[in-house]
């Protein structure tokens, strides 16, 4: 099992920055990617952005791409996600995800699917 804890949410104005966080404990050795989805209130979660656990490839939604990053500390089994020029459309709950299975490239990083850990969420909230 692995598990994940999310932090770094909140509430900040159109334009600004977040840094989310997410800490994978537990038999991290069986992971091959991490990802962060989010979830608006009345919509379906849907694909944020990816990264591999080894060869560090990443993967970003269009929406978010240019103005998000995402990366990861291997030594201290953390992932992050950097929210530059945030908008009101990017608030949400956003949940860290890690997969156990090596099939982790392409299109298949963007469905939740693939993933079968999930931690518990992070509200971000962007005011216009």
């Known amino acids: 099992q692995v598990q994940l804890v999310e932090s770094g949410g909140g509430l900040v104005q159109a334009g600004g920055s977040l840094r989310l966080s997410c800490a994978a404990s537990g038999r991290t050795f069986t992971t091959y990617g991490m990802g962060w989805f989010r979830q608006a209130p009345g919509k379906e979660r849907e694909f944020v952005a990816a990264?591999?656990?080894?060869?560090?490839?990443?993967y970003y939604a269009n929406s978010v791409k240019g103005r998000f990053t995402i990366s990861k500390d291997n030594a201290n089994n953390r992932v992050y996600l950097q929210m530059n020029s945030l908008k009101p459309e990017d608030t949400a709950v956003y949940y860290c995800a890690a997969t156990s299975s090596p099939r982790f490239y392409g299109s298949v990083v963007r469905s939740g699917l693939r993933y079968n850990y999930w931690g518990q969420g992070t509200q971000v909230t962007v005011s216009s």
């Open positions: 990264i591999s656990w080894s060869e560090g490839s990443t």
